[in-house]
Every structure is written in C-alpha cells, then in structure tokens.
C-alpha cells in the first residue's frame, strides 16, 4: 500500500481527510502513483500533471524520503521506503509570492 499525503486543496477536491493509501500493481514510479490518484479520484484529473502534456503543475511539488523529485523523470523508480509504505509520497503545494 502507497501512502499519498495531498495539499489541503487537493483533498478538498477529492473529498478525503488525512492521507491516501493506493495500491499499486508494478513498478512504483511517479506516473504510476498519479494515474492511481487520478483513477481513485477523478476530480483529481488536470490539477496534478495538465492534461495534454501529462506534465506537473508548476505549483506543485512532489517529495519522498526528504527529497525533492519534481524533476524525475515520471517511470524512473521511486525509493523502496515509499514502494513499501514505510515513507509517504508527497505532493506538496508551493507558495508563491513577492
């Protein structure tokens, strides 16, 4: 079992307290931890990776094991801690602002 924790707005969104927990059959990568949300939760579609391109927002974060992987590449394989669900799977929204 994965364990997401989301932003407040995106739990709002999809309508959950607390973090996610989602299975996930193969490779744990981050396009598989996504298109898991994203079925679970449909309302989810679009506010994580945009729609054509399947790219993260730019407000958005992804984190695990205290490290920042945002910038992963999406099939590159997550670390075992998550794969495991010893470590939660992050996304994180980021403040903007001047």
């Known amino acids: 079992m994965i364990r997401v924790i989301l932003p407040h707005h995106l739990r709002t969104l999809a309508r ?28 989810l579609r679009g506010t994580i990776r945009d729609h054509a391109t399947q790219r ?11 490290e920042d992987l945002s910038l992963e590449r ?14 939660p799977f992050l996304i994180v929204g980021a403040i903007a602002g001047g």
């Open 16 to 43: 959950v307290e607390g973090e996610v927990g989602l299975e996930i059959h193969g490779a744990v990568t981050l396009r598989s931890i996504l298109d898991a949300l994203e079925a679970r939760y449909p309302a």
């Open 56 to 66: 993260r927002r730019p407000l958005l974060r992804f984190f695990a094991c205290a």
């Open 74 to 87: 999406p099939d590159a394989p997550l670390p075992e801690a998550v794969a495991s669900g010893v470590e």
